[in-house]
């Protein structure tokens, strides 16, 4: 038997059998990927839709998939690649230098390894972030962060923006929707947080009934506040229907406007709605001057001069002048 460390689930694997993420297999004395460097999609998306708001504002990323996922969740959007095996797929291959040379070729400044889980296909997310520093660009991960530690350092050592999914806020959440266990991803957050200059921003998705109590989105916000700071941008999401939760209604607005005022409440600095046609606009923390106004993934620098207020100097937290 060989034991994966890339994730908490250290799955222990006879010789040739998939672990659990259905991307990885035991080969000899390793657990690697089962078909290594494929890919399921390339695009070129707003970072914002990432959703990064905080790093490089306007610009484009050159965004990654593969196969696979070491989570369950069962309202997953991308169910049709994060529950696929790599074995039984038909997706395609380039190499880290292609994807770094395309990335050049359409000017995007990124590179994002995102859509599905980016920590099971590990070795080509290293590989071509490695490259991507070499040629002077940036890699930014999606990630649910429940990565183990032991992987953690080798994974980003090269990464220089990650969205983490906070997905709830409780143990028994974790484990009904995704299958999962909170603390890791908590770990993952802290972790990433400690990086200097590492830029970090945090999803969660309010699903209905599900982890949208107050009393659990109050923990989670003062938990943000008081292990990571009051200047990392949360994303609050609309949930829609999908995979095995079709029986679960869309989000209500009122929820979102909800959560919004208890983030707020918690000293958030920086709170954005997704998934709906709200505008998010980036605020002063100080002064309260509209820095970056928002709608949708169209974006417009009004206030923001070399990272700080136009208007009373504050330093705002991000990634601002396109290197």
């Given amino acids: 038997m060989t034991q994966c460390t890339i994730c908490p689930r250290e ?4 010789e040739g059998q998939t672990g659990a993420c259905g991307a990885r297999h035991a080969a000899g004395d390793k657990v690697v990927p089962v078909v290594p460097g494929i890919l399921s999609a390339i695009h070129l998306d707003p970072i914002e839709k990432k959703p990064l708001n905080h790093f490089y504002p306007g610009t484009t990323a050159l965004s990654l998939g593969s196969f696979g996922c070491n989570l369950f969740c069962k309202g997953c959007q ?46 080509f997310v290293e590989e071509t972030a490695l490259a991507a520093h070499e040629a002077h660009l940036n890699n930014v991960m999606v990630t649910a962060g429940y990565v183990h530690e032991k992987s953690r350092e080798k994974l980003f050592a090269h990464i220089d923006a990650a969205n983490v999914d906070l997905k709830g806020f409780t143990e028994d959440f974790y ?3 995704t299958g999962a266990h909170l603390q ?61 939760a079709t029986n679960i209604p869309c989000t ?19 709170v954005y709605l997704g998934n709906v046609r ?46």
Wanted: charged residues 20%; hydrophobic residues 35%; contains cysteine.
């Fill in 175 to 177: 484990q009904s929707w």
């Fill in 184 to 244: 890791p991803v908590l770990d993952t957050l802290e972790y990433l947080n400690s990086i200097p200059g590492f830029c970090l921003e945090i999803t969660t998705l309010l699903i209905p009934g599900m982890n949208d109590r107050s009393s659990e989105l109050e923990a989670e916000f003062a938990w943000i506040t008081e292990h990571l700071g009051p200047d990392i941008p949360l994303h609050l999401s609309a949930f829609h229907p999908d995979y095995k």
């Fill in 11 to 14: 799955c222990d694997l006879k």
């Fill in 78 to 123: 991308n169910h049709e690649i994060s529950r696929a095996s790599a074995k039984d797929t038909s997706g395609f291959r380039m190499s880290p230098a292609q994807i770094v040379a395309q990335a050049k070729a359409y000017d995007c400044p990124t590179i994002a390894y995102t859509y599905n889980e980016p920590i099971i296909w590990a070795e």
């Fill in 278 to 323: 709200i505008a998010s606009d980036t605020i002063c923390p100080a002064c309260h001057q509209t820095l970056i106004k928002r709608m949708g993934y169209m974006t417009q620098i009004v206030g923001l001069k070399d990272g700080k207020c136009s208007q009373c100097n504050h330093d705002i937290y991000g990634k601002w002048n396109r290197p």
């Fill in 252 to 270: 209500p607005i009122e929820t979102l406007l909800n959560a919004n005022r208890l983030a707020k409440a918690a000293g958030l600095h920086y």
